[in-house]
């Protein structure tokens, strides 16, 4: 299926969707953090995305939003999106768990909010998982500062 024809599907659940194509192999779909999981779902379950594989989830500080990035591909249709959301939330940002549409995406919420502070609400387990449990601070926003690190002595 090709890029327009996704768009075309997808433009059709909701009023908020917004696509990007430029610059980037997959369409890229940007859904409001109140529609993610409805919209989410839909991408399994319709018969013409069939999105079954959640492959990648990243965090991103985009500067004035934190967001995630989730990598979802069709083993049956062989196309990929990349599905966006973001919040403007810096202090507690809160987006909903997927981990129960696609399972992939349970140890990949804990390592964004490991690294990012972002908080999957209805996670079952989210903890840190790479840092320690008493690490101060998401190292890999922007804003972070490490007291500690020798090279920014």
């Known amino acids: 299926m090709t890029k327009e024809e996704l768009k075309n599907i997808i433009n059709n659940w909701s009023n908020n969707i917004t696509f990007k194509e430029e ?28 999105f079954d594989y959640l492959f990648m989830v ?18 049956t249709k062989k196309h990929m999106i990349e599905m966006v959301v973001k919040t403007s939330d810096r202090e507690n940002p809160n987006i909903d768990t997927i981990s129960d549409i696609w399972s992939a995406a349970y140890y990949n919420e804990s390592e964004v909010y490991d690294f990012f502070g972002i908080k999957f609400n209805g996670h079952k387990n989210l903890r840190r998982i790479f840092l320690d449990k008493n690490w101060i601070g998401w190292p890999l926003r922007k804003d972070y500062k490490d007291e500690f690190n020798m090279l920014t002595r």
């Open 58 to 75: 990243t965090g991103v500080d985009f500067g004035k939003e934190l967001g995630v990035i989730y990598h979802l591909e069709s083993t």
């Open 23 to 50: 610059g980037s192999e997959y369409l890229i779909v940007e859904v409001q953090p109140n529609e993610l999981r409805e919209i989410s779902q839909k991408l399994k379950d319709n018969n013409d995305t069939a």
